[in-house]
């Protein structure tokens, strides 16, 4: 069983092994036959009859990681001590901590930031509640709430299980915009119970990233959330996805040479980043944009269950064409994929328009194998960071959030949106435009700060920042 190259876990097996009954060459030898590829050794102690080892091996997912330390079990001599992953150790403990940005030495420092000194703070803000943005954490805290009910690929795994992922959210806002967030998991999935706990909670903080959230509840949740709360309130499955989505399309569109305003888009999975995507596209001058889901195109003439799909049918599909994926596709510039592994067929990439451009960003495995698709497209981008193009919401939520807080902004809007996406395509120059570098990278140093920049002078210009003293304001 030899490993590939896209093998994407390390662990490391601490095992005893006594010198007279094997050889380290014997234990390599097993590791190798079992596909492990060893990457790391050393030596923990050693006496005249046994050696403890660290031995750190390239697998490519967990069953492979049991099959190997499995065949070590069954090794004469060996005795397997203990099996840590890389990822996991990373975890301990959480990601993310709260640390003092002023040291309590003495009695008077504690009078300060404590009692009685803090009551003279608290006057303050009761007095003018608009001082908390000046005198607490509430001016760069962000909240990333979910109820773990679509957490990445995994689906319904429950507030518990949801925390990696927002502590790591967590993590991305803080390196690479400053932003300091905290990931509340809230253990309902009562859509109203949602709404008055993140409302409740608001006040200690200037925006609300919901995260993870299944459609269609996710739609109420931040439409009533926007409504009733004066903060920015963005749920990034949907927004973040359509922003960088957009942003890919821009550039995308230069290559191919088509206006945005001519190309007929087909996009597939109506579910929250589907609708949030169909919505930035018209906003940005599509005009004949095409929704498929299981059951084929979603048409006007046709009463849904699903009133968003109602609502969706009104905004799109300009020649009402009903039917399937390949029966649409054909003659379309653009494929879109937010919904399942393998819809997309050779044959219906073949369908398309000269120079088709698609975005197959189901995640892990794309609507077409990228491999497959190449020889018929001429830009692809994917989900995934081991192709090029990857749509990720990384290159968004931190810069907009950014913005919005360093101009007060009571929401995040669509002219706010589109200048992201457009700041986002910004970053990759005309010099440096190719088939396979229409986004930027999520370690670009530029991006963050572009995005700030623009999100923040589209808030000035649409009305909605409340700060006085930013140079973006107008005259």
């Not at 109506?270 to 596209?281: N, P």
């Amino acid at each position: 069983m030899a490993i590939p190259s896209g093998a994407s876990m390390h662990i490391t097996i601490r095992l005893q092994f006594a010198k007279q009954l094997v050889s380290f060459g014997d234990i390599a030898t097993a590791i190798g036959q079992a596909g492990g590829d060893i990457v790391g050794i050393d030596v923990i102690s050693s006496s005249k009859t046994h050696t403890v080892r660290d031995i750190t091996v390239s697998v490519l997912d967990s069953k492979h990681s049991d099959l190997v330390v499995d065949t070590l079990r069954k090794t004469h001599g060996v005795k397997v001590i203990n099996v840590s992953d890389r990822t996991f150790l990373m975890h301990i403990g959480g990601k993310i901590e709260v640390t003092s940005k002023i040291p309590i030495k003495t009695r008077d420092d504690l009078s300060r930031v404590y009692t009685p000194g803090v009551a003279r703070v608290c006057t303050a803000i009761a007095e003018d509640p608009n001082k908390a943005y000046s005198l607490t954490i509430k001016r760069n805290t962000v909240a990333v709430v979910s109820d773990g009910t679509a957490v990445l690929g995994l689906g319904d795994i429950g507030p518990h299980a949801a925390m990696p992922v927002m502590e790591g959210k967590a993590m991305l806002f803080k390196q690479l915009a400053g932003v300091d967030a905290f990931p509340i998991c809230l253990d309902t999935k009562d859509t109203e119970e949602i709404i008055q706990i993140v409302k409740a909670i608001a006040p200690a903080f200037g925006g609300i990233n919901l995260e993870d959230i299944s459609a269609p509840r996710c739609f109420e949740i931040e439409e009533r959330l926007k409504q009733e709360l004066d903060i920015p309130v963005f749920h990034d499955d949907q927004h973040g996805t359509a922003v960088v989505l957009l942003a890919g399309l821009l550039n995308a569109l230069k290559i191919v040479d088509k206006k945005i305003e001519d190309i007929k888009v087909v996009l597939t999975g109506i579910g929250a980043a589907g609708i949030a995507c169909t919505k930035i596209l018209l906003a940005a001058g599509v005009k004949n944009i095409i929704g498929v889901d299981r059951h084929g195109a979603i048409h006007r003439g046709v009463e849904y269950d699903n009133p968003y799909w109602n609502e969706y049918a009104q905004l799109t599909n300009p020649e009402n064409i009903s039917g399937t994926l390949s029966d649409v596709i054909k003659g379309a510039d653009v494929f879109i994929g937010v919904s399942a592994p393998g819809i997309l067929k050779v044959e219906d990439v073949q369908s398309m328009a000269k120079d088709p451009i698609v975005f197959a960003m189901a995640n892990p495995v794309p609507e077409i194998d990228p491999e497959l698709a190449e020889p018929y497209v001429r830009v692809m981008a994917t989900g995934r960071s081991d192709y090029p193009n990857q749509i990720n919401n990384v290159l968004c939520f931190p810069g907009i959030f950014r913005g919005a807080l360093d101009c007060r902004a009571i929401e995040i809007n669509e002219e706010m949106k589109l200048a992201a996406a457009q700041a986002i395509a910004s970053v990759v120059t005309d010099e440096e435009l190719s088939e396979t570098y229409i986004i930027p990278s999520v370690f670009n140093s530029k991006v963050a700060e572009r995005v700030r920049e623009a999100v923040i002078k589209a808030a000035y210009q649409t009305g909605v920042a409340r700060k006085d003293d930013i140079m973006f304001k107008p005259e």
